[in-house]
């Protein structure tokens, strides 16, 4: 296991180091360069000398050996648009509000769409099922900024803010009051999702003998769903999750944008559209790095939860 | 007890087996193609739902030709006016009918939708396949090129290839073709991964079954009800996702538009004028549900598991 886990890692800054170089020689070839982005066209000895201060002058490839020499000094540079602003500040300050959202998002979808899912299935045909494939199909096919804008129209407003977000360290009403709206507003689609996929892959494995051999013992269903359905039924979701996690918890650039959540979401599309170079590699690295901790504990997660599985993940087979 | 009474012995007859008969095949035989399509035949909802998405198709691709309204006409004298019979369905903040570029919009979101979703279903279903079954160093390999491949800004590249190809709905496909299958292959991965210690997986090797024919006849039908699945809900992904690069200026070029592309835009007037999200947001929904529905279908029609 010891050896398994070194093993990721070192795959992992691998995968890491191949990331971070295509992205920034890709981010290179973009047109436009980030001393023409803004509104005002500057003069040229204006260009010429930001150009030599951000060290844009230099060829690409001079750029990329210094880039990654302050990397491992662990500074991500600072942000061309707003000065005196660090890469490294923006993660600090942005991501705990994205984290706690995308958890929640997280945890609430899964709690929710892992029940609607199972029920479902359980009840193929009823009018539960119907339900249940109502909502999905409801989740997936509204936008969610239409679903986050209908949110802010008729909940908001009374006892939920209409748009904020709590405070670190403000009591447990004033977090549920500020974060409830945007979070139910991120963990529809998720909802949606896990539950369509719940339902099917119960539906799978309740063919199988040994739930007819669970009914014959007379286990009783919540025995038979704790022990032998929920574990064979999982996988699908495991592997759905884990990369949702990723995106999920690194921010949503629209849920963010209409509740005003000081997230990290808008700087991966405003580093892009700005030309930001700086940030758009903190925010790939930083994405990339919780991505692939996701996939890794993707694996580890299969074999806890499949014995069948744990033979080829750990033992390479 | 009285029907009980009624029976005796007397009115049973022996039959019994004649042995050259025994060996007659009673019904056709049937290939697993022919008895999955002749189950979805029998399906009413799916064939509904398939006769649905063939009308859509057709009107997107005659509408814009037999409705008299074009859909780039700007009649601004009365902008964001609700429906009349004149328009059906309103006219947008710029006084387009929304009738016509429903139409319109639909081209480019089915398109992106469909296309989008057949690219990735095959590669991401050969690709998992592929990962998962070989395990050891190629599902290693493999999956960090993945992770690459995820890892890499999407925008990036949407931008960088658009400035190879002009800005459009072939460059928009592309860029997000390059990355959308990646959910999948790492979907049906993990579902090989459990399937290949099967007995029957075992059996087949045991026979000498080529690698190939052991992932495509054994393991992805078996893993089909999650690739359908993930299949019929990657096409709003799509639509979504044009969507969401045509409002940062990267997708489709106004006037040209999009179901998405239109929903965005009536979000913004919602609160005064509810018609111009409504008729997008329904377009959306009704054919996201018929696609769900046919997925349905086709699963119970193709899944091993659920024949019996």
């Known amino acids: 296991m010891v050896k398994y886990i070194a093993k990721k890692i070192g795959y992992m800054i691998v995968t890491l180091w191949i990331i971070l170089t295509v992205t920034f020689f890709l981010m290179n070839t973009m047109p436009g360069d980030p001393t023409q982005s803004s509104m005002k066209v500057l003069p040229e000895a204006v260009v010429e000398n930001l150009k030599a201060r951000w060290g844009l002058d230099k060829p690409v490839t001079e750029q990329y050996v210094i880039y990654l020499k302050n990397l491992l000094r662990g500074e991500m540079g600072e942000s061309y648009k707003t000065p005196g602003l660090t890469a490294n500040q923006v993660i600090e300050e942005r991501f705990?509000?994205?984290?706690?959202?995308?958890?929640?998002?997280?945890?609430?979808?899964?709690?929710?769409?892992?029940?609607?899912?199972?029920?479902?299935?359980f009840n193929r045909g009823k009018w539960l099922d119907f339900l249940t494939i109502f909502i999905a199909i409801l989740g997936v096919s509204i936008p969610s900024f239409v679903f986050a804008a209908l949110l802010q129209k008729y909940a908001a407003g009374g006892f939920f803010p209409i748009v904020g977000w709590a405070a670190e360290g403000s009591s447990l009403i004033e977090i549920f009051r500020g974060t409830a709206l945007p979070t139910l507003a991120a963990s529809i689609g998720g909802i949606a999702t896990y539950s369509r996929f719940m339902r099917s892959s119960v539906l799978d494995v309740l063919s199988n003998d040994y739930i007819l051999l669970a009914k014959a013992k007379g286990l009783s269903k919540f025995q038979i769903v704790t022990r032998h359905v929920l574990r064979n039924a999982i996988t699908p979701i495991i592997s759905i999750v884990a990369p949702q996690i990723a995106g999920i918890v690194t921010g949503s650039f629209v849920i963010e944008r209409i509740f005003s959540v000081p997230g990290l979401g808008r700087y991966y599309v405003e580093s892009v559209s700005g030309r930001d170079y700086p940030l758009i590699m903190a925010t790939t690295i930083f994405f990339s790095a919780i991505f692939i901790v996701c996939m890794v504990a993707m694996d580890i997660l299969y074999a806890v939860v499949d014995p069948r599985i744990r033979k080829s993940i750990i033992d390479g087979k | 007890m009285q029907n009980k009474n009624e029976l005796n012995i007397e009115m049973f007859e022996r039959l019994g087996v004649d042995e050259q008969q025994s060996e007659n095949i009673v019904r056709p035989s049937m290939s697993y193609w022919q008895d999955a399509i002749r189950r979805l035949k029998q399906n009413k909802v799916a064939m509904i739902s398939l006769f649905f998405l063939i009308f859509m198709v057709i009107m997107c691709i005659v509408g814009p030709y037999i409705y008299p309204h074009p859909y780039?006409?700007?009649?601004?004298?009365?902008?964001?006016?609700?429906?009349?019979?004149?328009?059906?369905?309103?006219?947008?903040?710029?006084?387009?009918?929304?009738?016509?570029?429903?139409?319109?919009?639909?081209?480019?979101?089915?398109?992106?939708?469909?296309?989008?979703?057949?690219?990735?279903?095959?590669?991401?279903?050969?690709?998992?396949?592929?990962?998962?079954?070989?395990?050891?160093?190629?599902?290693?390999?493999?999956?960090?090129?993945?992770?690459?491949?995820?890892?890499?800004?999407?925008?990036?590249v949407?931008?960088?290839?658009?400035?190879?190809?002009?800005?459009?709905?072939?460059?928009?496909?592309?860029?997000?073709?390059?990355?959308?299958?990646?959910?999948?292959?790492?979907?049906?991965?993990?579902?090989?991964?459990?399937?290949?210690?099967?007995?029957?997986?075992?059996?087949?090797?045991?026979?000498?079954?080529?690698?190939?024919?052991?992932?495509?006849?054994?393991?992805?039908?078996?893993?089909?009800?999650?690739?359908?699945?993930?299949t019929t809900f990657s096409i709003p992904g799509f639509i979504f996702s044009e969507a969401f690069l045509s409002f940062l200026g990267l997708g489709i070029k106004p006037p040209l538009t999009s179901w998405g592309a239109m929903a965005a835009l009536g979000q913004q007037q919602m609160t005064y004028y509810p018609h111009e999200l409504i008729f997008p947001a329904i377009a959306i929904s009704i054919t996201i549900l018929a696609f769900n529905l046919l997925g349905d279908g086709l699963r119970d029609a193709f899944d091993p598991k659920l024949r019996q």
Not at chain 2, 125 to 150: A, F, K, P, Q
Not at chain 2, 163 to 183: E, F, P
Not at chain 2, 209 to 225: A, C, E
């Open chain 1, 96 to 121: 705990p509000a994205s984290l706690r959202l995308g958890l929640q998002a997280v945890v609430v979808s899964l709690i929710i769409g892992l029940i609607l899912g199972i029920l479902a299935a």
């Open chain 2, 72 to 156: 780039d006409f700007q009649n601004i004298e009365i902008t964001n006016q609700p429906p009349t019979k004149e328009h059906i369905f309103g006219l947008d903040d710029l006084g387009r009918d929304i009738f016509a570029r429903i139409w319109m919009g639909g081209r480019v979101s089915l398109a992106i939708g469909v296309v989008g979703a057949v690219i990735s279903l095959v590669v991401g279903t050969i690709y998992g396949g592929i990962s998962g079954y070989c395990g050891g160093r190629v599902d290693d390999i493999m999956m960090r090129i993945l992770e690459i491949l995820v890892g890499i800004p999407y925008m990036i």
């Open chain 2, 158 to 230: 949407v931008i960088i290839v658009s400035v190879y190809l002009g800005q459009g709905l072939h460059s928009l496909m592309i860029a997000l073709c390059l990355t959308s299958w990646t959910g999948l292959a790492r979907l049906v991965r993990g579902q090989v991964l459990e399937l290949k210690q099967s007995e029957y997986i075992m059996a087949a090797q045991a026979l000498g079954t080529p690698t190939m024919k052991i992932i495509t006849k054994h393991l992805i039908p078996n893993t089909l009800s999650v690739i359908i699945i993930n």
